[in-house]
């Protein structure tokens, strides 16, 4: 799969390109762009689409000061479920109507969840904003949401980069604070102070990654400071720290996003629509081309149809002039074809009763004066068979011996004596080829 993240903050737009697969992850490209007067965010987004390529999905990373939070517990670990009840659960403790609020949830622990919301009306207007310049995007979130994923970073940790503090509890995000301001050590120490009075505990560690390295220098934060580093397996992906602490944050929304585990708040009436109409168009096209296919069949068809038809027109006329060519006194016939057919029967019938004739007539001469007579002789193609009476046996034998020129095999069927000392006979056999 293919992102393009593209993360907005007040003066900076930062936008990185990854390849992610279950086994590794490819920086295809990145950039960071300065906005001021000069170059607002539509004309740098524009810029980026101009650039892009392929078709990645495009995430937005929204500033984290729009999204809020709250803790809550259910009795089950089910995250749809917990979707399903959440505005449910929300309605009146906190003080914006539901309505107007997109939902989102993560899982903070043991029946422990993360739920957060954002104004509606924020998302939509970002939204706008980026689909104007000329890139719209399909998931709308915020980098805080996907620390967890951060390279580097232990399960249990807070976390700087800085424009939010976040705390992680066995690989989840259990809380976030996001600074309107730069982050100095004061307010991240008075942060850490109010969670360790609500919660009564404190993660082992601070790590800083990002613009939150200025902290290290600070000296007087309550926990021990880590600056992250590269990980050596992704060492030929950002090649040095600076562009490491750039695009870490981008990476970890990309891995977030490949494994489902980053809140989406493109929902409901916000929903991302383009590619269902994308596809729709898609369908659209597939029909107009189906159906002009099979209007080029039929138009082909009748094309062909109007040609044979033009054939068998020309096949009749020719055999009415070759009717009135052979019959040219016969008066104008209803149906020359079938008289034409009738006559070429009748000529096939001829010669066929010709043939018949010389056979019988080489019988006759095959009997001589032993047969006393033939009663019955029928031919069928090139077979032929005979009844007649004899004066004996013997005579019936040298009569089958003298059909030997005619018939390639003969045979006698039962011979039966008469009282008078006569036979009748039956012969069956067939005719050599080339007899007529």
Request: glycine content about 8%; aromatic content about 6%.
């Amino acid at each position: 799969m293919e992102y393009l993240i593209l993360q907005a903050e007040e003066k900076l737009l930062t936008v990185a390109h990854f390849g992610v697969s279950r086994r590794s992850t490819e920086l295809v490209g990145a950039a960071t762009i300065e906005l001021n007067e000069e170059r607002p965010l539509a004309d740098a987004v524009h810029s980026v689409a101009e650039k892009m390529a392929g078709s990645p999905s495009v995430v937005l990373c929204l500033p984290p000061e729009l999204f809020a939070q709250r803790s809550i517990t259910f009795p089950f670990n089910d995250l749809r479920k917990v979707r399903e009840v959440l505005p449910a659960h929300l309605q009146g403790d906190i003080a914006l109507p539901v309505e107007e609020l997109a939902l989102g949830v993560m899982p903070a622990g043991e029946d422990q969840f993360l739920a957060l919301w954002a104004r509606k009306t924020d998302i939509s207007t970002a939204i706008a904003q980026f689909r104007e310049a000329g890139i719209e995007p399909q998931v709308v979130s915020s980098l805080p949401f996907a620390l967890a994923k951060l390279p580097g970073v232990p399960s249990d940790c807070a976390v700087c980069d800085g424009n939010t503090l976040a705390l992680l509890k066995d690989g989840r995000l259990t809380y976030f604070r996001a600074f309107n301001a730069t982050p100095t050590a004061p307010m991240i120490a008075a942060t850490l102070s109010a969670l360790e009075l609500s919660t009564g505990v404190l993660p082992p560690r601070l790590c800083l990654v990002g613009g939150g390295r200025k902290l290290a220098e600070a000296g007087t934060l309550p926990l021990p400071v880590e600056t992250v580093e590269i990980p050596p397996e992704l060492g030929h992906l950002f090649k040095n720290e600076e562009t490491f602490h750039q695009l870490a944050g981008l990476y970890a929304v990309a891995r977030a996003i490949y494994e489902g585990t980053l809140p989406d708040f493109r929902q409901g009436e916000l929903a991302w629509t383009a590619g269902d109409a994308k596809l729709r168009r898609k369908l659209q096209l597939t029909g107009i081309l189906a159906a002009v296919v099979m209007l080029l069949l039929f138009i082909g068809k009748g094309i062909q149809y109007r040609a044979a038809a033009a054939d068998v027109a020309s096949v009749n006329k020719s055999i009415a002039a070759i009717y009135h060519d052979v019959f040219p006194t016969r008066v104008k016939a209803v149906d020359e074809i079938s008289e034409i057919k009738g006559e070429i029967r009748k000529m096939g019938g001829v010669e066929t009763s010709s043939g018949y004739l010389d056979i019988l007539k080489k019988l006759a001469e095959a009997k001589g004066n032993n047969i006393n007579g033939l009663y019955e002789a029928e031919l069928e193609g090139r077979s032929l068979r005979v009844k007649g009476d004899a004066g004996s046996a013997q005579a019936v034998d040298a009569f089958k011996a003298a059909l030997s020129p005619l018939l390639a095999d003969a045979e006698l069927g039962e011979v039966k004596s008469r009282p008078d000392g006569t036979v009748t006979f039956r012969l069956t056999g067939t005719l050599k080829e080339g007899t007529k």
